[in-house]
T-cell receptor
Framework: GAVVSQHPSRVICKSGTSVKIECRSL??????MFWYRQFPKQSLMLMAT?????????EQGVEKDKFLINHASLTLSTLTVTSAHPEDSSFYIC????????????FGQGTRLTVV | AQSVTQPDIHITVSEGASLELRCNYS??????LFWYVQSPGQGLQLLLK??????LVQGIKGFEAEFKRSQSSFNLRKPSVHWSDAAEYFC???????????FGAGTILRVKS
């Protein structure tokens, strides 16, 4: 399968600072990337969908000004958690795919964010 | 709205025993269905997927799943569990048929020796 690389795998930041997480498709061009959040002992919840060259579509209840998503190229999407607070501590996972029904998306390794 | 239900939060099986993890979906048409596995602190690994055709799907690591339209189910099975199978398992569907997924709550599998 295709490879999606997510970086960093772990990050600890101070409350009030911003953190950027990168998601790269290494061997294919991803027209669409997705960002999920997973709180401890919970399932994955979709935060937003990003399409290359256009604004991200956020799920209900997700603050777009807090979670900035940029998908500037077909191989890179970034999620920036701005003014992070302890309640933003979570596991963030991206996936990448391309248009079309009956296709699968490929997941990154995830990023464990801890805000102290 | 489409949804996925995994009724079992935890399951414990003995090593070597058979395993079945349940997944039910609500969807109007024939869905695409996925099973993923997640080890602690790790990302997701695709075990298998169903798009169409044969309703019994073979996956990696000796897993299989059977799509049963009449029961709206896509249960994951393995005939003999290994200690390394201990992980969390997620069933997922793409509501629009694309790459965006809705996940079930997950089932944590514990394997006892």
């Amino acid at each position: 399968g295709a490879v999606v690389s997510q970086h960093p795998s772990r990050v600890i930041c101070k409350s009030g600072t911003s953190v950027k997480i990168e998601c790269r498709s290494l061997d294919f061009q991803a027209t669409t990337m997705f960002w999920y959040r997973q709180f401890p002992k919970q399932s994955l919840m979709l935060m937003a969908t990003s399409n290359e060259g256009s604004k991200a579509t956020y799920e209900q209840g997700v603050e777009k000004d807090k979670f900035l998503i940029n998908h500037a190229s077909l191989t890179l999407s970034t999620l920036t958690v701005t003014s992070a607070h302890p309640e933003d501590s979570s596991f963030y996972i991206c996936s990448a795919g391309w248009e079309g029904r009956g296709t699968e998306a490929f997941f990154g390794q995830g990023t464990r964010l801890t805000v102290v | 709205a489409q949804s996925v239900t995994q009724p079992d939060i935890h399951i414990t099986v003995s090593e070597g025993a058979s395993l079945e993890l349940r997944c039910n979906y609500s969807y109007g048409a024939t869905p695409y269905l996925f099973w993923y596995v997640q080890s602690p602190g790790q990302g997701l690994q695709l075990l298998l997927k169903y798009f169409s055709g044969d309703t019994l799907v073979q996956g990696i690591k000796g897993f299989e799943a059977e799509f049963k339209r009449s029961q709206s189910s896509f249960n994951l099975r393995k005939p003999s569990v290994h200690w390394s199978d201990a992980a969390e398992y997620f069933c997922a569907v793409p509501p629009g048929g694309g790459n965006k997924l809705v996940f079930g709550a997950g089932t944590i599998l514990r394997v006892k020796s």
